[in-house]
């Protein structure tokens, strides 16, 4: 598949690129260690404890989704019409930063402040994600985009795993007693470190990377809000004569949300399942990133000599092969397995996905495009993890009621919340099937 376009000269200097990679770097030390490895356990297992405590992670999950699906597109546009994508991007971080570091006070048993913090830290991160990635397309001509989207995802996997290596030894060295702290000081420590580690690499893209889109004056007549509004359904009427772009849109939202629970309950599945403390978590999480980075490279190779859809195929078949392995499997060493499997297959299903909006784009319209892109994965992403979390809840209430154990109600609740994020691969791989890839490039210009 070759596409139709020239190299462009660059529109960026290296350095403004640096401070875009270092903000990815930073914020996936949130993915990694607030949603991924050390806080969704700890609410789950200890903030809250049991069954509840799935069910209220996928509450909390599923409202900071909410909110954020609800008010990104509007605020979004209004950021585009008013060249302030850094002035939202600023206050976004800095409630994500402010609020993980909050979660500190987060003790055993308060479960207000726990679930309410990280409600804000989380609509903080998901939204400040949307301004990030709206400055893609003032660092990239459409032509490097991929590219540069690609380096950035790399450099933030980096950021996740050497965050989670900072503060591994400090788990281990309580454990062992040389840090002479009780209970869980020190893993709320952890938190606070994170913050710190997204603050200081957050600060280069507020310093070195100026803002290239002005401000735009209002229409007579018109508010900041009636033209958001306005620029929404332009974009909306724009992707809407691309129909297998909006085909692709409806299937991307599916899957999505499967991968979207499969990260956010790992942590939760590990610990109810395998028994897996903390320690072994963040190893966990580490093996997933490594494995991502050699994902998204064996997905690139694929996608150039397979294409888009075919590469999507077989990725979301890895991520249903590994929910059925999930299920099944009954050892720690099965689950980093799967672990690695995951990794791969979840790379490439992320990857291809953001490449393939490119490739869907026609000229001139890549940035559109992305903003509708990235509006789609907010829309719906707060429906999965509350489904994972009331399934979990009320299969364990279910066996629990019928006398069995609460350990092995709950951990039977996890194995159905397993079963649900399947569901979701299996939707979302019968909507691709109608996605004719071919013609979507035609109708983008693209030639093979």
Known sequence: MVTASLKSKPISTRKERIAWYLYDFGNSAYAAVVLLAVY??????TLVGGKEGTRLWGIAVGI???????TSPVLGAIADHSGAKKKFLAFYTGVTVLFTAALFFAEPGRVFIGMAFFI????????SQVFYNGLLPEIANPDEIGRISGNGWAIGNVGGILSLLVVLPLIILQQQGVIKLEGTVVVRLTLVITAVFFLISAIPIFLWLPERAQSKPLPPGENILSVAFKQLRHTIRTAGRFKE????????????????????FAAIIGAVLYGLDQ???????????VANVFGAYIFGVWMDKLGGKPSLFISIGMMLAAVVWLYFNRTPNG?????????????GLQSVSRSLVAVFAPPGQSAEFYGFFAVAGRTSSFIGPTIYGIVAFRAAVWLEARGETAVLAEQFGQRMGILSIGLFFIVGLLLLSFVNEKRARAAAGITD
Do not use: C, P, T, W
């Open 64 to 70: 900071a989704m909410l909110v954020v699906a609800l």
């Open 279 to 289: 320690q072994g978590l963040i190893i966990f999480i580490i093996i997933v990133h």
């Open 335 to 347: 689950f980093f397995m799967i672990g690695i499997l995951a990794g791969v297959a979840m790379a």
């Open 120 to 127: 804000l830290a989380e609509i903080g991160y998901r939204s």
């Open 245 to 264: 772009f909006l085909k692709f849109m409806l299937a991307f939202l599916i899957y999505n949300d499967g991968v979207i629970m499969a990260l956010d």
């Open 40 to 45: 969704s356990a700890y609410f789950q297992g």
